[in-house]
């Protein structure tokens, strides 16, 4: 009998483990081949060249800014999305009327895809903003922010969160109206306040979704494009190129098919380690069963 449900489990199994295989593992090993070569990505001539790719990666300063904008872009991101996650979350979760509607109002950036939210910031950015900026009389506010080197990358991370916030508010309040009450009521009566309720009860009990959340985030801010893409194309002067749109560009605008493989691990590397330090951290601090 167990033999037999082994087979069932394996075979129901099976399908998954054959797309995984060929949408991920495939392409993660071919990767890794051709970032071991020299290859434009369309002739037939490959040499191998070891890890000269690699080595050349380290020395490279365009992807060092680009590494460095990349990073800020993914803490900030981070920063923004637990911080206003959390706090929507918990206010959604004590108001009792209308929460259905206030949960809908919130999910409905998430229903439109990345390209089309950037699409439609690059054009409030371009003309709505200004117009808004010259009628309360902002000078900073009064030309494209999408052009001045150091509001580009706000007016990014603010479309990023416009849009990322939608789902992780979600899945934090449905960890919050998952902890059990009698806790937070015996709490309350032994004269807890709000603040020690939140992080002697709440936060415990949101560990596991947080990490989820940060692992989530990070892998997004790290592999950001097509937001970037639609909204500055790496501008002005390359101040909010990202890894993900730097790999493209080595990929398919400069024929550097091998060494856009090589970034492609090496950032893949970079999210496996964080990944690791990230739940070994946290998992101290999580709710045991």
Known sequence: MQKQNRLI?????????????????YPL???????????????????????????TLFSDIR?????????????????????????????????????????????????LSTLTVGLIWNQLFSNALP?????????SLSSNVLGDVKLAFWAVVFTALWQGLATNVLLFLSALQNIPKDLIEAAGLDGANKRQIFFRIKLPFIIPTLNIVIILTAKNGLMAFDNIFAL???????TTESI?????????????????????ILIFVIIGILTIIQLRTSERYEVKA
Do not use: C, H
């Open 131 to 139: 117009q808004f900026g010259r009628l309360i009389g902002s000078e």
């Open 9 to 25: 489990y394996f075979l129901l199994s099976l399908p998954a483990f054959v797309l995984y295989s060929v949408f991920f593992i």
């Open 232 to 238: 500055t194309s790496g501008g002005p002067a390359r």
């Open 29 to 55: 090993m071919n990767g890794f081949i051709y970032s071991l070569q020299d290859w434009n990505g369309v002739g037939r001539d490959k040499d191998f060249v070891g890890i000269s790719n690699y080595i």
């Open 244 to 264: 993900g749109m730097l790999i493209y560009k080595f990929a398919f605008e400069e024929f550097k098919y091998s060494y856009s493989s090589a970034l492609a």
């Open 63 to 111: 992807v060092r800014n680009t590494l460095s904008f990349t990073l800020r872009y993914t803490i900030a991101l981070l920063v923004g999305t637990i911080v206003l996650s959390i706090t929507i979350a918990l206010l959604l979760d004590s108001i009792i009327k209308a929460r259905g509607f206030f949960r809908t109002m919130y999910f409905m950036p998430a229903v």
